[in-house]
């Protein structure tokens, strides 16, 4: 068959001829190179011994380190506050002498003239909430930010520093030498937000009813900030959309809180026997051995008490953090607490652990803790075994938030404890988010403060994984449903946001401060195009293999966009210049279309298309040697229905000069010839993916690699030999590639499937 | 962190408090014009968790917006909400668009309304004020599709509707 085709697709190949415009009367202008396809070295830095072309770490690549002890006083009451004293020891590891340090004062952003409350333009709206006027208006704006006591260095002497917004510049005497280390101390306290009223990562949820406080605190100390190869010192200052990027380090914190309440923090407790009661002890012993369900550590009943009986004295709480670029921790007399121990494999094992206020029962002691040990095994399985020794998730009001083994989860019943599906199902996701954050960016230690998509879209799409993992591992929380409802990871879930007006969207390669829809462009839109390249464009296996790669070389270390793309390209031999181009440097959106399609016959009658087709070369048919057969299309009056292949004369006198008749016989002797025209309105190259259905409702499927775009990004055709009529012919038949209109993805064109549902809708009420 | 919503930051919103983690509430339509049967099919994609709020806040206490507690209650108040917030003229000549019913997916609420009217089509204006009345910053994009035409619109407490002319 193969031979056969080859000798009709010369007359398909040479009908391109008669689509050139001949009539070049004025003379274009050329261009630059605009192909989909073309190498993205125009966007990307040139690579270098810190950041290598395979997208790892170059020989010369470093990283600074941070390296604090701390000692934090909590202040419960009215108007809380914490008060801390801390000494970082900076060791520069870059081959630069450093005249100046630079601290993250993220804080400062709740300043009373904080620039970050002007950063939007505002008018006067002709409606108002009274709510909403009286605090805009009206009332004194919370007393935030850091009130700095002292900057001294390891001698006690004072240093001059100089305060930028969230930013503070410590002025070194003598600029740190490459590889020297500098140590210098802080004095410093804040007020502390409510979280709930103000919308804060950070602070403090107040319970009317008990008169009591559950915090969950973090970037509550003064954080070097980055240093590196890309950015030298990171200034972008926290505006309150991007979030943060840190150098690891070590961490000695002592913590002091109320005596009745319990705390838990990023790093190993030191002091358990001090803060634990005995039973507490026996409890955690036996929850270390629980592998299967969670152990109560604080009961309900327990915490119920704690919060009707007031603080007599303080209690220190003492935590150990190795590697971890932050440190975040929740206190509250009100807390449940409990602990499972989870299996990671390889000897490796890891405590799950979850803390919540009575107001989240029954929810939380049925889902939080098996959440986390799921999340911890799902992702260890697609990048690597999960290194610390614990991962807490905290229930607070209205929160998602995430920092080093430490996390705060939404997700409450009402008051009576009853909750709906979509209670439960937004709190597992949540859980699974905020864990899953500890890969991407507590380890995998990308800059939130310019890429977002960086650990938000990444982190994203491993969670649409581990969700559905979970739900395998546990259907019960399914209930009816067949399988988990995630929300974002599905192709047809971003064409919504992909058709959006064009003066709303931007790239996914925007800092997020300057993106107009943050949550379809920095979670969804990221998290689906990795779904399509896993399960669409490299396959499983490719994929998976290349993520494990960027996720391994970049655990404990700074990676930019350049270095994801670059190893998932080099860890796979698949070109993906084209796909970073399209789904992340640009707002195109996928639109393939079924164009015309067009039945063909073979005959020996000369037509005249042909004898055309050889007079623009100054030939007739007689200067032809070889045997050739003609192509009529459905239209032409000599068409013939029942004309047979075999019987074409000058086709029968070469398959019979040319093959035996054993041969012949394995030949196939296709009937019908299509030639179909693809189209693609829309900017983005796909792979095309193509369902055929004969005649006899047989189907076929048939993936034309994305190059097929590469030469002509309008439209391409291609011919289909057949021994069965085509019926039927459906473009992207899955709903894989995002395709914003499929009115145009079929021929015949069927109904627009959204009025088919439309009217299936109706049907039913 | 995560976004429990769509959120999107426009320089012309209302006035709104400070936020850290400032979130802003989108809400998505899909207007289709079926020319074969004269008939407008409007979805409307809604966080439930909202409508729920602003049902029981206009219309009195305890709508509870879930398969398991749905009621003929809350299909009278949602249909007598989206009366007051989803206008709609047809040649500059006022229609009212027809409840079909509603569905749940997920965190959305999926409505659907419809409109049949046998008309050459000169002018259509559509006015999606939903939620705004929750939320100052409620942002509602509307795509219409019909007419060979595909447009969006992004419709707020300032803008509230937009017109097209065939
Ligand atoms: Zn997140």
């Known amino acids: ?765 | 962190m995560i976004l429990k919503r769509v959120s999107i930051v426009v320089v012309f919103f209302a006035l709104v408090n400070f936020q850290s983690t400032h979130k802003y509430y989108v809400s998505s339509t899909k207007i289709i014009y079926n020319e074969s049967q004269h008939s407008f099919q409007v979805f409307i994609d809604v966080f439930t968790d909202d409508l729920q709020a602003i049902l029981n806040k206009r219309y009195g206490k305890g709508f509870q917006l879930d398969p398991d507690s749905d009621t003929k209650d809350i299909e009278n108040v949602l249909e007598r909400y989206l009366k007051t917030k989803c206008k709609m003229s047809i040649n500059d000549e006022k229609m009212v668009l027809d409840y079909v019913g509603k569905k749940y997916d997920r965190e959305s609420t999926l409505i659907y309304m419809q409109f049949i009217l046998d008309e050459k089509i000169q002018t259509i204006t559509f006015e999606n004020t939903i939620l705004t009345d929750l939320f100052e910053e409620q942002k509602n994009i509307v795509q219409f599709k019909g007419k060979g035409l595909t447009k969006s619109y992004l419709l707020d407490i300032d803008k509230k509707h937009f017109e097209i002319k065939f």
């Open chain 1, 1 to 765: 068959m193969k031979k056969i085709l080859l000798l009709f697709t010369i007359a398909f190949i040479s009908t391109i001829a008669f689509a050139q415009d001949d009539s070049l009367s004025m003379r274009e202008g050329g261009h630059f190179n605009e192909n989909k396809f073309r190498q993205l070295y125009d966007e990307w830095a040139t690579p270098n011994s810190y950041r290598t072309a395979a997208g790892s770490p170059g020989h010369e690549y470093y990283q600074q380190q941070a390296d604090y002890t701390m000692d934090i006083t909590l202040l419960d009451g009215e108007n809380p506050k914490i008060l801390g004293e801390e000494t970082i020891t900076y060791t520069n590891n870059s081959p630069d002498d450093l005249a100046y340090l630079w601290v993250q004062l993220d804080q400062n952003i709740r300043e009373k003239n904080s620039p970050s409350k002007e950063k939007n333009g505002s008018g006067v709206s002709p409606i108002f909430r009274a709510e909403s006027f009286v605090s805009d208006y009206m009332k004194d704006p919370f007393d935030g930010g850091f009130n700095i006591g002292w900057v001294k260095d390891a001698q006690g002497k004072a240093l001059t520093y100089n305060i930028n917004q969230t930013m503070m510049r410590i002025d070194l005497p003598t600029p740190l030498k490459s590889g020297m280390q500098y140590t210098f101390s802080i004095k410093w306290d804040y007020n502390v937000n409510n979280h709930v009223t103000n919308r804060a990562r950070s602070g403090y949820e107040y319970f009317p009813k008990d008169g009591n406080r559950a915090y969950v605190i973090a970037q509550f100390y003064p954080r070097m900030a980055v240093y590196n190869d890309v950015e030298g010192w990171q200034n972008y200052q926290f505006w309150g959309n991007g979030e943060f990027a840190l150098p690891f380090g070590n961490f000695e914190v002592n913590i002091t809180v109320p005596d009745n309440f319990v705390l838990d923090a990023t790093g190993k407790l030191q002091n358990r026997k001090e803060v634990f009661s005995k039973t507490m002890m026996k409890r955690y012993e036996l929850a270390k051995k629980s592998f299967d369900k969670p152990v109560i550590i604080v009961t309900q009943e327990e915490a119920e008490l704690a919060e009707k009986t007031p603080a007599k004295k303080t209690k220190t709480w003492k935590f150990l953090a190795n590697n971890v670029r932050d440190f975040g921790f929740a206190t509250s007399n009100k807390f449940i607490w409990d602990m499972m121990n989870v299996d990671l494999g390889g000897g490796k094992t890891s405590m799950a652990v979850s803390l919540y206020p009575k107001e989240g029962n029954p929810l939380w002691e049925e889902y939080s803790t098996i959440v986390v040990a799921s999340t911890m095994k799902s992702y260890s399985k697609h990048t690597f075994t999960y290194p610390y020794h614990k991962a807490i998730s905290v229930h607070a009001k209205n929160q998602g938030m995430e920092y080093p083994m430490i996390c705060w989860n939404y997700g409450r019943p009402d008051e009576d404890g009853n909750y709906t599906d979509r209670t439960k199902f937004g709190m597992v996701s949540v859980i699974i988010h905020e864990v899953g954050h500890n890969f991407f960016p507590m380890i995998v230690n990308s800059d939130e403060r310019q890429w977002g998509w960086m650990d938000e879209g990444i982190n994203t799409f491993v969670q649409y994984l581990a969700e559905q993992e979970f739900a395998k591992e546990y259907p019960k929380v399914l209930g009816e449903l067949k399988k988990y409802p995630s929300r974002r990871g599905l192709a047809k879930d971003i064409v919504n946001y992909m058709s959006d007006s064009q003066d709303f969207l931007s790239p996914i390669m925007s800092n997020p401060e300057n993106v107009y829809q943050l949550g379809p462009n920095a979670y969804g839109k990221p998290a689906t195009a990795l779904n399509i390249l896993r399960e669409t464009v490299m396959g499983k296996e490719l994929f998976d293999y290349a993520f494990k790669t960027y996720s391994q070389r970049w655990m404990f270390k700074h990676p930019t966009p350049e270095d994801f793309f670059r190893t998932m390209e080099d860890a796979s031999a698949v070109d993906l210049d084209w796909f970073w181009r399209g789904w992340f440097y640009s707002t195109d959106y996928v639109d393939i279309a079924v164009g015309k399609v067009k039945k063909y016959q073979v005959t020996d009658k000369p037509t005249q298309a042909a004898k055309d087709l050889l007079s623009q070369y100054g030939m007739t048919l007689k200067d032809i040697k070889d045997p050739v057969v003609f192509m009529i299309d459905e239209e032409s009056k000599d068409f013939t229905k029942d004309s047979k292949v075999e019987d074409v004369k000058p086709l029968k006198d070469y398959l019979f000069d040319n093959f035996t008749e054993e041969e012949r016989q394995q030949l196939n002797t296709p009937k019908y010839f299509y030639e179909i025209e693809f189209e693609k309105p829309g900017g983005l190259v796909m792979p095309l993916i193509v369902e055929y259905t004969y005649a006899d409702n047989t189907t076929e499927r048939v993936t034309y690699p994305v190059q097929v775009w590469r030469k002509n990004d309008a439209s391409v055709r291609k011919v289909i030999p057949s021994n069965k009529e085509i019926i039927k012919i459906q473009v992207d038949p899955d709903l894989e590639t995002a395709d914003i209109d499929v009115t145009n993805n079929s021929f015949p064109r069927e109904k627009d499937p959204d009025i088919i549902e439309f009217e299936e809708f109706k049907k039913k009420q």
